[in-house]
């Protein structure tokens, strides 16, 4: 497994593998690895022959109110971790290579963008978008393989590939669960063992949601009441319950089974936690 610091390093061992004829996915972490991650490793080495990772927090999608600085940070157990994966190349680049000084250039979209988490987070996607672009033009990678429990980044970067003709193919891997349905994410790190159970509610009330429309509600206004009342609690704090479109995060008001991702984002005291189920 091959450690690349640099932009240059980078683009130039992958224009090498391109030339040899090896097909690379990409998968973009920002480190403090877990399953979830290990799951699109996986994915990653099922659809090339080379894999690349990267571990890289990224400062313009945090707000300067927002836990950059405290966000968990573990590279060298992260590193030993995709060693013993079969990893082929980990991007570990600084702040400073991703963005030296006269940088000014950023990726805005401007819808999908708008809704869900970019109500409360209004620079997040931008900087989202602004750093897959640099970093699909540094590993130039055939798959980028992200995850589904990020559903609105996964769509905004399908966009993204489409719209700036990036000759790249998406694949979007499932969500990975603890045994009792927690997502699986970084920030889990930070739950206290009462905040985890507050935090359990969010997937017991997606799950609701989804018998609710087994049972043949189609009104999303119920799903979406039915969510918000199973999960606001004193220390659980719901940011937004939405039904939108796969498609293009639109809201939708009556199901269309298999098209239809209800979308959550809470806090457990100050954790914010997001999680999705498609109905
Ligand atoms: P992050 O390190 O949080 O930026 O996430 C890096 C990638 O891992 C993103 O594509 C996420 O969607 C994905 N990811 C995070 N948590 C999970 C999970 N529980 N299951 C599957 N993929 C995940």
Redesign the pocket.
């Known amino acids: 497994m091959r450690v690349v610091k640099t932009v240059d390093e980078m683009q130039q061992a992958s224009r090498e593998c391109r030339m040899t004829g090896r097909k690379i996915a990409f ?11 290990l ?2 490793v996986e994915t990653a080495k099922e659809s090339a022959d080379v894999v690349a990772v990267s ?1 890289f927090v ?1 400062p313009t999608q945090f707000a300067p109110n927002e836990d950059f600085e405290s966000y968990p940070r573990d590279t060298e157990r992260d590193l030993g971790i995709l060693q013993e994966m079969g990893v082929d190349f980990v991007f570990t680049p600084t702040a400073e290579e991703m963005y030296p000084d006269d940088h000014t250039f950023f990726v805005d979209e401007e819808k999908i963008s708008k809704t869900l988490c970019g109500v409360s987070r209004p620079s997040h996607f931008r900087g989202v978008a602004t750093v897959c672009t640099k970093l699909l033009n540094i590993v130039l990678p055939d798959f980028l ?7 609105q ?2 769509i905004i970067l399908n966009r993204l590939i489409r719209n700036l003709h990036f000759p790249t193919e998406l694949v ?6 603890d045994e009792d349905g927690l ?5 889990n790190k930070k739950l206290t063992e009462s905040q985890r159970v507050e935090a359990l509610k969010i997937y017991q009330s997606l799950k609701t949601a989804k018998e609710l429309t087994e049972k043949g509600t189609t009104n999303t206004d119920r799903l979406i009441a039915e969510v918000t009342n199973r999960m606001n609690s004193l220390r659980l704090r719901v940011i937004y319950v939405k039904a939108v479109s796969l498609d293009d995060m639109s809201d939708i008001r009556e199901v269309v089974p298999g098209q239809t991702l209800i979308a959550v984002a809470a806090w457990v005291d100050q954790i914010r936690l997001i999680d999705n189920i498609v109905v």
């Not at 998968?27 to 991650?37: F, N, S, W």
């Open positions: 998968v973009p972490t920002m480190g403090a690895l877990h399953e979830g991650h799951s699109l571990i990224n393989v992200v995850g589904m429990k990020d559903a980044q996964a979007v891997a499932p969500t990975v669960r997502a699986l994410s970084s920030r």
